[in-house]
């Protein structure tokens, strides 16, 4: 579907991050903000909440450690039972290491691997840069007009206050 | 004036940069065509690899014989420079996870080449264990997989499986951790390449980035539990390389303070070799003004830290083999600090203990020069370490009956080499395409835009 949106341009972290919490206060759309770098406070300004992606790591590390201590009980005592030393079967704190191991493993990799997948990375992906010097020095606001009311010579005042360098209104299909 | 500001830090980055500027200098060090001096490392480098290579490729023909083990001294070269250069390997974990715990804004210029040092290192390692095997090349029955010997599994309880875990855990995490921490300035690069080979390098591994902050907040996220995991996994690593030696009952090895001393004696060894690199990076680079005097003396006070607890550690050491009652145990380090190599033991003391006290003085340690000569006594030194460690109790053992010597060969020495030719064959390679400092890390921190407080860390 396409929609109206409005890009507003900065130079500075302060000022980007002065308009989005204005724009927010405005109660206006955020459909998201462009930046060179992670802008700290960026997150309280746009209001976005908390990534998930600590569960999948939670989760898959937990995974992972119960998985393995099974398997090493498994192939140590019931698959083949060899006796090495006279070691115990049941060698828990030797199990240790491997599991501790494992489950890093398994909680770091996977949790990239969702990072990729929610936030749509992927190899040889084409960037869609909304402009194109946002990866090295722009910070870039980027609005939906949600409804008539919307009043862009307004909002282009509004933005000037922050310095804006740049504003515009394209119809899109942003994500 | 307020007291905070008497205590603020000068800025981390020198001059007022602004964020294009930042993009160009740092690009401009991997865009630009490599110097004559580059080419000159680099020949050097890959020849000395390819001297290690060919030695490699003659003992994998003959067999570990062609090397100056025998069957009371089973360990030797190898096995000292696995735990050397894993050692190294620790700081750049140190820096890129521990000191992004721990809010120090300082890792930004020096986290990303770091890291690098950390893959390279550990995959110089790495390699040891493999050309150790008897068959090399069925290395691969480390993995427990069902098999059709039986299924016969690995032996969990062994140090040497929890070893091969360790480590391919260590080189799969670190490589991931840089490679997440790559992507942004992959996409700065992509954006500013004009040349296609390249363009299509950059396009393909910067995985469509576009600086979306949905997609930065998902990253912080994700760099932080990354850098949470890398944490004890660092600590884990070494520890299991001690356990390889202190799970066996050899006097000099069976001992509980192994796995501090070896984890402080990794890290310390690391920031000798991180300071080594950096003192030629920003020079030949000419990336100055990025990695400062500054980063230097931070690094520096490091390594008098660490270089303390190695300290402390051998003088411990030695206490409770002389306190413990034991001759054997007492015979162990009486040998090794006046039997046959007690030269390798005072020259480990020597470089460890004393020479990072001279870091104490502030002249020297803003000294280039001074800090440079020091570092690469460190790297001796803690080579010598594990040399000493492996070599002086395998030499000696309960039996007299069962000593021998151990003298390397021409191909032990060839592979040495041959592991620092792999390391800064890999190194100059990431300096030729890859930005060396990262460049989205130094923009949160520059001063650009910002007021005195706000970066200083």
Request: proline residues 4%.
């Amino acid at each position: 579907m396409s929609r109206r949106l409005f890009y507003a341009a900065f130079e500075h972290e302060q000022d980007a991050l002065g308009a989005t919490t204005a724009a927010r206060q405005h109660g206006f759309k955020i459909v998201d903000v462009y930046a060179p770098y992670a802008v700290h406070g960026m997150e309280e300004a746009m209001a976005l909440a908390p990534s998930k992606l600590p569960w999948v790591c939670f989760a898959l590390g937990l995974i992972g450690a119960l998985l393995k201590v099974w398997f090493e009980y498994w192939t140590t005592w019931i698959a083949w039972p060899l006796n090495v030393g006279g070691k115990p079967w049941d060698s828990l704190p030797a199990f240790v290491p491997v599991t501790f191991e494992v489950m890093v493993f398994l909680a770091g990799v996977s949790t990239v691997i969702a990072f990729f997948i929610v936030a749509r990375l992927g190899p040889g992906k084409k960037a869609a840069l909304p402009m194109p010097r946002v990866t090295d020095d722009r910070f870039l606001l980027v609005l939906e007009e949600t409804d008539a009311a919307f009043d862009a010579a307004k909002v282009s005042s509004l933005f000037r206050q922050f310095h804006a360098v740049q504003v515009d209104e394209r119809v899109g299909e942003a994500a | 004036m307020g007291v905070a500001e008497l205590i603020s830090h000068p800025p981390l980055i020198e001059g007022e940069k602004t964020l294009q500027q930042v993009s160009a200098e740092i690009g401009a060090a991997a865009e630009r065509k490599p110097t004559w001096l580059w080419w000159l490392a680099f020949l050097m480098s890959s020849g000395t690899l390819l001297v290690g290579a060919a030695a490699v490729a003659y003992e994998f023909s003959l067999g570990v014989g062609t090397w100056g083990v025998n069957s009371t001294v089973g360990w030797a070269f190898a096995i000292t420079n696995f735990v050397f250069w894993i050692g190294i390997g620790h700081a750049g974990t140190f820096i890129s996870a521990i000191l992004y715990l721990f809010r120090q804004k300082w890792r930004t210029s020096v986290n990303r080449s770091a890291e690098a040092m950390t893959l390279f290192a550990v995959a110089c390692a790495g390699v040891f264990p493999i050309i150790h095997l008897g068959r090399p090349w069925l290395f691969f029955w480390l993995i427990p997989y069902p098999n059709t010997r039986g299924s016969l599994w690995v032996n969990f309880r062994s140090p040497l499986v929890w070893d091969f875990f360790a480590i391919s855990t260590y080189f799969t995490i670190s490589l991931t951790f840089w490679y997440v921490g790559l992507i942004p300035d992959l996409a700065t690069l992509r954006d500013r390449c004009r040349r296609r080979v390249r363009g299509w390098f950059y396009r393909f591994f910067s995985l469509g980035w576009d600086g979306s902050y949905r997609t930065w907040q998902r990253y912080e996220t994700v760099y932080m539990l990354l850098a949470g995991l890398a944490t004890p996994l660092v600590v884990s690593v070494h520890t299991i390389v001690s356990w390889d030696f202190a799970t066996s009952i050899l006097p000099g090895w069976h001992s509980t303070i192994f796995p501090p001393y070896f984890v402080a004696g990794a890290i310390f060894s690391g920031f000798a070799m991180v300071l080594t690199l950096m003192i030629i990076v920003r020079r030949a680079m000419h990336l100055e003004s990025y990695i400062t005097l500054r980063h230097i003396e931070l690094m520096c006070k490091l390594v008098i830290l660490t270089g303390g607890i190695v300290g402390l550690s051998y003088g411990i050491e030695v206490f409770i083999a002389l306190y413990s009652g034991d001759p054997y145990e007492q015979y162990a380090f009486v040998n090794r600090a006046a039997g046959a190599l007690a030269w390798a033991y005072w020259i480990t003391v020597g470089c460890n203990v004393l020479t990072p006290q001279l870091l104490w003085f502030k002249k020297l340690r803003t000294s280039l020069k001074a800090v440079f000569a020091i570092s690469i006594l460190i790297n001796i030194g803690m080579w010598f370490e594990r040399f000493v460690i492996v070599v002086t109790s395998l030499e000696r053992d309960f039996l007299p009956s069962s000593w021998a010597w151990f003298s390397p060969t021409r191909i032990d020495v060839a592979i040495l080499a041959g592991s620092f030719g792999l390391f800064f064959t890999l190194f100059l390679l990431f300096c030729r395409f890859v930005p060396v400092i990262s460049i989205a890390d130094v923009k949160g921190v520059l001063t650009y835009g910002r007021t005195s407080k706000e970066v200083s860390a």
